[in-house]
């Protein structure tokens, strides 16, 4: 589905930050928008917005 999509959203909660998976469904990089919460660790939305991951905070008002 990935392939073949014109945008590729991603929703997860921070909790989900830092965990180790036994399966992956894309690279981070290939993503182009995350929709988070605010309890996102900086380093990751440093390193998310640095590979042009457009990343939304649903729990701002911003």
Known sequence: ???VAREVIAVTD???FGRKSFCMIRDAGGIDTLI????IPDN???ALTAMGVKVIIADRDD
């Open 1 to 3: 589905m990935c392939e």
């Open 14 to 16: 921070a909790s989900k």
């Open 36 to 39: 988070t919460d605010s309890r």
């Open 44 to 46: 990751y939305l440093q």
